[in-house]
C-alpha cells in the first residue's frame, strides 16, 4: 500500500520556522517528482512547491526564498523548510508526489498521482 505521511506541522509565530517531513512507502518514489502543496477552507489546494530526482525544484511567487524543498532518496523522504513564517502561510499542507515526472516539476495538482493526509500548519501574528 503505498503511503505518504506527513509531520512536523504545528503553532508558530511570525517570523519563525518550522520543518514539515514526507515520508513515503509501499514503493521507491526516488525516480518520482515530489511537491508540497496548501490548502485553506473554502480554497482550492494551491501549488507551493516541488522537486524532481534530479533535484530540479519550483516554488511559487509566495514562498521564494523563505522555503526549501529537499529530498533524501535513501530515505523515501522529502523535506519543506519554512522560514520567515507569515500568518498567511496558515494552511494544511499535503505532500504529493508526481509519478509521470521524471527530470521536470508541474504546478497543477492534477498531475500528482499520490497524497498524504496533510499537516496543519498554523502562523500567529
Known amino acids: 500500500q503505498v503511503q505518504l505521511v506527513e509531520s512536523g506541522g504545528g503553532l508558530v509565530q511570525a517570523g519563525g520556522s518550522l520543518r514539515l517531513s514526507c515520508a513515503a512507502s509501499?514503493?521507491?518514489?526516488?525516480?518520482?517528482?515530489m511537491g508540497w502543496f496548501r490548502q485553506t477552507p473554502g480554497n482550492e489546494r494551491e501549488f507551493v512547491t516541488a522537486?524532481?530526482?534530479?533535484?530540479?525544484?519550483l516554488y511559487s511567487d509566495s514562498v521564494k526564498g523563505r522555503f526549501t524543498i529537499s529530498r533524501d532518496n535513501a530515505k523515501n523522504t522529502v523535506y519543506l523548510q519554512m522560514d520567515s513564517l507569515k500568518p498567511e502561510d496558515t494552511a494544511v499542507y499535503y505532500c504529493?508526489?508526481?509519478?509521470?515526472?521524471?527530470?521536470?516539476?508541474?504546478?497543477?495538482?492534477?498531475?500528482?498521482?499520490?497524497w498524504g493526509q496533510g499537516t496543519q500548519v498554523t502562523v500567529s501574528s
Open positions: 504529493a508526489a508526481d509519478h509521470s515526472a521524471t527530470t521536470i516539476v508541474r504546478q497543477a495538482a492534477r498531475y500528482y498521482d499520490y
Open positions: 509501499g514503493r521507491a518514489f526516488s525516480d518520482d517528482a
Open positions: 522537486i524532481a530526482w534530479t533535484g530540479n525544484n
